[in-house]
């Protein structure tokens, strides 16, 4: 069953041809692209309510000056529209 979505045939050193599957291309998962986001902007948002605003923002500009990682992650880590609205939300949690 798995040829009826093509194949790909090849002759090998005693003459014998052979027959395989393709490979299918599998898609981007989205829905769990999706979710990866989701999460990343609940965590930044909840350490956000945790430490509160200047805080946060001390920490993240010190990954600033740090190597290539840290400096990618405080990319990452910034503050944003969102995690500050979940960290509003979620700010008498931490009190």
């Known amino acids: 069953m798995r040829m009826a979505n093509g194949y790909v045939s090849k002759?090998?050193?005693?003459?014998?041809?052979v027959?395989?599957?393709k490979r299918r291309k599998r898609p981007v998962p989205?829905?769990?692209?999706?979710?990866?986001?989701?999460g990343v902007l609940c965590f930044k948002g909840l350490i956000m309510a945790q430490y509160g605003n200047a805080i946060y923002d001390a920490r993240?500009?010190?990954l600033r000056?740090?190597?290539t990682v840290e400096q990618v992650g405080a990319l990452?880590?910034?503050a944003d529209p969102i995690s500050q609205f979940i960290a509003e939300r979620a700010a008498p949690l931490f009190r």
């Open 30 to 38: 989205v829905r769990g692209l999706m979710l990866l986001v989701v």
């Open 76 to 78: 990452i880590m910034q």
């Open 65 to 67: 000056t740090g190597t």
């Open 11 to 17: 002759v090998g050193r005693d003459g014998l041809i």
């Open 19 to 21: 027959f395989r599957p």
């Open 60 to 62: 993240v500009a010190d």
